[in-house]
């Protein structure tokens, strides 16, 4: 994990709001304006590309600072498996954020938009509800795939949940520390996929949402995306407590 995943892709952030202001302006003229459209969607597909490059950095620096400050011991043994594996805990949701942005695109142009007749309203309808099916269908990928994954690293860490629960760790509290290995990637996920969203789109068309409530419905479409993926996690905890009381 280097700090050069999070520099190149706040350069690429920092590059495409330079040339939004000031690029675009001095391209506009004849011939220019298809070059210069071509160059913004490079930086946005590089952008959206670097989502999973700069995701496992910020995984690994948070569950190391949770590590460190955890107030229980379940938050502390989650936040360690998470530092010591970033990229695994990244996969797990690397998924559901690339749909997050394409339905955090797709919303907030709605959003950010204003119909003047009744094809543009319609249009943006049918966005947004693309968006919306977007991500709920990764979602259910996303948490059929997370839920096979940690039942596996379950089974795998048998040996492991057996030691914990000899050394005194309580079945409930090694059921904890898997929801906080998982919960942790989930929040920091929502948060870099819709904040990229949001910077990307007002960048690029400014001004405040006409439509609140299209959001509103976005925000809880998301709650309820990431609410299926930790369900998902939770369908492997009877293996948990099979596996920790288990003779040897």
């Given at each position: 994990?280097?700090v ?90 690397s ?65 492991r ?55 509103v ?31 040897a």
């Open positions: 994990m280097s050069m995943r999070v520099v190149l892709w706040g350069a690429l952030i920092l590059g495409f709001i330079v040339f939004m202001n000031i690029g675009a302006a001095l391209m506009g003229g004849a011939g220019g304006g298809m070059a210069a459209i071509v160059i913004m969607v490079l930086f946005v597909a590089a952008i959206v590309a670097g989502i999973n490059v700069v995701g496992p950095f910020i995984v690994w620096i948070t569950a190391l600072a949770l590590a460190k400050i955890a107030p229980i011991p379940s938050l502390m043994v989650g936040a360690r498996r998470l530092a010591g594996d970033p990229r695994a805990g990244w996969r797990a949701v998924g559901i954020t690339f749909a997050l942005v394409i339905a955090g695109f797709l919303t907030m142009i709605a959003t950010l938009g204003e119909a003047t007749n009744p094809e543009e309203a319609m249009m943006f309808t049918a966005m947004t509800t693309g968006g919306l099916l977007t991500l709920g269908i990764a979602a259910v990928l996303a948490a059929v795939s997370t839920g096979v994954s940690q039942t596996a690293r379950v089974i795998d860490q048998a040996p949940l057996r030691a914990q629960h000899i050394a005194g760790a309580e079945v409930g509290q090694l059921h904890r520390a898997r929801l906080a290995e998982i919960a942790v990637p989930v929040g920091l996920s929502s948060l870099i996929a819709t904040g990229t969203a949001f910077l990307v789109l007002t960048t690029f068309l400014g001004g405040a949402p006409s439509d609140p409530m299209m959001a419905q976005y925000l809880l479409c998301v709650l309820g995306a990431y609410a299926l993926v930790i369900a998902a996690v939770l369908v492997g905890s009877p293996l948990v407590r099979r596996y920790a009381v288990r003779a």
